[in-house]
Each structure stands twice: as structure tokens, then as C-alpha cells.
């Protein structure tokens, strides 16, 4: 069956790799969507598993369009009673990019209008539902292409259910995990978090290398009101997750923050994924480090601020090359640094002779920002 992946933009090659991972054969990936094949069990995986995805859909139909009438074509020769069981309630969502001579709010219509009639003409008792439908179509059109997916994911997985504290500029995990990902992180040697905030990377940082699943820190996802979706399957494969995880004590990570207040969170967040004890919370400044870490090998991965406003780029100059600087004193040798200041962050990296691996663009948010990964 076909699977949509839904992930960051930027991301893509990242989620792709993933995917694969976890035991799928992807077809294609492009700006934020990865396809691939599977069965139900690879969907309840990508699920719970999943570190760098934002929605998994069971794929419906895919296309490409001039006019709203090219995607009506192709959904009208689906048989959409598969997906359904009496008294059950649908909606869809349209997700559009791109200049069109219809809506989304056009596009979300009709293509329900074809699903209910459908049902209808079946004798099957099904309604309309906007705000809790039990089956949840998602209608993603980016351009000149579209796909239609049935979501089984729920609420976006980018919302992990650990988090307790929220940093007003907190990492989405899904870039913090994928951060991970691209330093090739192995656990052996400590990760430092210089500017951990609400302590986003470390604790995605060590979920991954103790195989704590993200999707466990929800209650269920909507896979399992799929009417050829076994629930016990899908409890039987959280089980395997659960019994999955590694029970360490190890402090594999470093988060450190100037702001108590910040800590404090970072500590509560810390706590509700389970793996505090793996992580040592320091109070202090970036930019002395030296002051109170004691000379090693070191990882180290951070989200900085990024100075949006013109007038602060001077001191954000200063406090990326004193942190780096700080880092290269206590023999951190390798990391990976999220910035949107990214003229800033190269400047300081070129003065201190720091080499670029890798760079990849991304969106936080609304936000253009670049993952950068370092060699000392």
C-alpha cells in the first residue's frame, strides 16, 4: 500500500533515510512529503517510532492538476466504503500551496461531496463531522500536484507528549531529532547543550540512543478506528516499543542554561520523557564553559538565538564566537548548530577556522533557517 509521510521542509532526505529505517521502501521524496510502500504494520511503526515525521497518511490517490475537476476525476473512481463501518463520521482537509483558481475550502468540499454520496449510495450511515470525525482525510496540494491520504497519526507528531514546559523560542523535535541525525551521534561521548532552553535536543538526543519511541507519549493514535486495522495489533506493536527501550542511568548528555527559569523546565521536560537521569542540567553561561566543565571529548548540538532585529547582530556575533570558542577550549571536536542568523553563525565559524560538513536549509517555523554541522 501506499504511504505519504508528511516532515519539515528541508528535512526530506533525513525522513527519507528514516523511513527506510523503519522498514519501508520509499519511492520519492520532495518538499515535505516522502512516499513509500508498506503494509499496516509499517503505518503503526512510522507511527510510534517515527523521530523526524509530522503525519503519516495511508495513501489514497495521488496526481497531478490544471484545475480542481483533474483531482475530482480521480477520487470519484475510488471506493472509499473500505475506509468505513456504520455510524462512522468523516471530514477533509485541504493543505494548499500554490496559485489555484479554487480554494482550499473549494477543494475540501468536493471531494467530500464525492466521498459522502458515495457512502450514501451504499445504504452506509455515515455523516459529515468537522470537528471529531472518526476518519480523518487529509487533501495535500503543493502546486501542480496533490495527494489524498487517510491521516493516522491525529495530533501533528511534532507535538510529543513529554513536553511540559514550553520555551517561548522551543526547537520543533522533529528538526532537533533530525539535528541528531546529520552528527551521526552515537552516544559514547557526552553531547553539550550550551543553550539548552527547554532542553529540546537533549532530550531528543537521548531518547534516540535509548530507543525511547516518540509515539509512545500519547495514548493511541487514530490508525486503529481503520476498519482493517487490528487494535491489537497495533497495542501489540506499542508493547514491542515499550519492552524496546533501554534502561540506562548514564549521564550521555550536558544541558546547560543562564536562565534558572529555563532550567527548571528543561529539568520538568526532562522528567516526563523519562530520561532526567540521563541528563546532566547545569546553570551557566555559554560563553564560560571552560569555567566549570572539565577538559574532554565532546558532541555538542544547540539552537542559539538568532537576532532578528538589525540591532542585535553585534552581540550575537560576540556570543556565537565566545560560545564556539568556549566549546573548542573544552574539546568538543564535533556538533550541529540550528541558526536563521546564518551570515552571523559563518562569520564566526570562519574567524575561528571552524569546517562545515554539512548545511542544510530549513523551515522553523515561518522562519528560514539553516542546520549547520561543525569539525573542530
Same mark, same amino acid.
Given at each position: 500500500?501506499?504511504?505519504?509521510?508528511?516532515?519539515?521542509?528541508?528535512i526530506?532526505?533525513?525522513?527519507?533515510?528514516?523511513?527506510?529505517?523503519?522498514?519501508?521502501?520509499?519511492?520519492?521524496?520532495? #518538499?515535505?512529503?516522502?512516499?513509500?510502500?508498506?503494509? #499496516?504494520?509499517?503505518?503503526?511503526?512510522?507511527?510510534?517510532?517515527?523521530?523526524?515525521?509530522?503525519?503519516?497518511?495511508?495513501?489514497?490517490?495521488?496526481?497531478?492538476?490544471?484545475?480542481?475537476?483533474?483531482?475530482?476525476?480521480?477520487?470519484?473512481n475510488?471506493?472509499?466504503?473500505t475506509?468505513?463501518?456504520?455510524?462512522?463520521?468523516?471530514?477533509?482537509?485541504?493543505?494548499r500551496?500554490?496559485?489555484?483558481?479554487?480554494?482550499?475550502?473549494?477543494?475540501?468540499?468536493?471531494?467530500?461531496?464525492? #466521498?459522502?454520496?458515495?457512502?450514501?449510495?451504499?445504504?452506509?450511515?455515515?455523516?459529515?463531522?468537522?470537528?471529531?470525525?472518526?476518519?480523518?482525510?487529509?487533501?495535500?496540494?503543493y502546486?501542480?500536484?496533490?495527494?489524498?491520504?487517510?491521516?493516522?497519526?491525529?495530533?501533528?507528531?511534532d507535538?510529543r507528549?513529554?513536553?511540559?514546559?514550553?520555551?517561548?523560542?522551543?526547537?520543533?523535535?522533529?528538526?532537533?531529532?533530525?539535528m541528531?541525525?546529520?552528527?551521526?551521534?552515537?552516544?559514547?561521548?557526552?553531547l553539550?547543550?550550551?543553550?539548552?532552553?527547554?532542553?529540546?535536543?537533549?532530550?531528543?538526543?537521548?531518547?534516540?540512543?535509548?530507543?525511547?519511541?516518540?509515539?509512545?507519549?500519547?495514548?493511541?493514535?487514530? #490508525?486503529?478506528?481503520?476498519?482493517?486495522?487490528?487494535?491489537?495489533?497495533?497495542?501489540?506493536?506499542?508493547?514491542?516499543?515499550?519492552?524496546?527501550?533501554?534502561?540506562?542511568?548514564?549521564?550521555?548528555?550536558?544541558?546547560?542554561?543562564?536562565?534558572?527559569?529555563?532550567?527548571?523546565?528543561?529539568?520538568?521536560?526532562?522528567?516526563?520523557?523519562?530520561?532526567?537521569?540521563?541528563?546532566?542540567?547545569?546553570?551557566?553561561?555559554?560563553t564560560?564553559?571552560?569555567?566549570?566543565?572539565?577538559?574532554?571529548?565532546?558532541?555538542?548540538?544547540?539552537?542559539?538565538?538568532?537576532?532578528?532585529?538589525?540591532?542585535?547582530?553585534?552581540?550575537?556575533?560576540?556570543?556565537?564566537?565566545?560560545?564556539?570558542?568556549?566549546?573548542?577550549?573544552?574539546?568538543?571536536?564535533?556538533?550541529?548548530?540550528?541558526?536563521?542568523?546564518?551570515?552571523?553563525?559563518?562569520?564566526?565559524?570562519?574567524?575561528?577556522?571552524?569546517?562545515?560538513?554539512?548545511?542544510?536549509?530549513?523551515?522553523?517555523?515561518?522562519?528560514?533557517?539553516?542546520?549547520?554541522?561543525?569539525?573542530?
Amino acid at each position: 500500500m501506499d504511504i505519504y509521510v508528511l516532515t519539515r521542509a528541508g528535512i526530506e532526505e533525513i525522513a527519507a533515510s528514516e523511513v527506510e529505517e523503519l522498514g519501508c521502501k520509499v519511492e520519492y521524496f520532495d #518538499i515535505g512529503i516522502v512516499k513509500a510502500k508498506g503494509n #499496516i504494520r509499517d503505518v503503526i511503526r512510522l507511527n510510534i517510532y517515527g523521530r523526524t515525521f509530522v503525519r503519516v497518511l495511508l495513501g489514497v490517490c495521488e496526481g497531478e492538476l490544471n484545475e480542481l475537476n483533474d483531482i475530482i476525476k480521480q477520487v470519484s473512481n475510488i471506493d472509499f466504503k473500505t475506509y468505513f463501518k456504520e455510524d462512522y463520521s468523516f471530514a477533509v482537509r485541504c493543505n494548499r500551496i500554490g496559485k489555484h483558481n479554487f480554494t482550499s475550502i473549494d477543494a475540501a468540499r468536493e471531494v467530500g461531496g464525492i #466521498i459522502h454520496k458515495q457512502l450514501l449510495n451504499a445504504k452506509m450511515n455515515v455523516k459529515v463531522d468537522l470537528e471529531n470525525p472518526t476518519i480523518e482525510f487529509i487533501l495535500r496540494i503543493y502546486h501542480n500536484k496533490f495527494h489524498l491520504g487517510i491521516d493516522t497519526s491525529g495530533k501533528s507528531l511534532d507535538k510529543r507528549g513529554y513536553r511540559v514546559y514550553n520555551h517561548p523560542a522551543a526547537l520543533n523535535p522533529v528538526l532537533a531529532s533530525a539535528m541528531i541525525k546529520l552528527l551521526k551521534w552515537d552516544g559514547k561521548k557526552v553531547l553539550i547543550d550550551p543553550m539548552c532552553g527547554g532542553a529540546t535536543i537533549p532530550i531528543e538526543a537521548v531518547m534516540s540512543i535509548l530507543k525511547y519511541a516518540p509515539g509512545l507519549y500519547r495514548n493511541i493514535h487514530p #490508525i486503529v478506528n481503520i476498519p482493517f486495522v487490528s487494535k491489537d495489533e497495533y497495542l501489540k506493536i506499542r508493547e514491542e516499543a515499550l519492552k524496546a527501550r533501554v534502561n540506562s542511568d548514564l549521564e550521555i548528555a550536558y544541558a546547560i542554561d543562564i536562565s534558572n527559569k529555563h532550567l527548571t523546565g528543561a529539568i520538568k521536560n526532562a522528567e516526563s520523557a523519562g530520561v532526567k537521569n540521563n541528563i546532566r542540567f547545569m546553570l551557566g553561561d555559554a560563553t564560560k564553559l571552560s569555567n566549570y566543565i572539565e577538559k574532554g571529548e565532546y558532541f555538542f548540538a544547540f539552537n542559539p538565538p538568532y537576532g532578528i532585529r538589525e540591532s542585535k547582530l553585534k552581540n550575537l556575533l560576540k556570543l556565537y564566537k565566545e560560545t564556539l570558542s568556549e566549546l573548542i577550549k573544552i574539546g568538543a571536536f564535533k556538533g550541529a548548530i540550528i541558526t536563521a542568523a546564518t551570515n552571523v553563525l559563518e562569520k564566526a565559524i570562519n574567524d575561528l577556522k571552524i569546517k562545515v560538513i554539512e548545511r542544510k536549509n530549513v523551515m522553523h517555523g515561518d522562519l528560514k533557517a539553516s542546520i549547520y554541522i561543525l569539525e573542530i
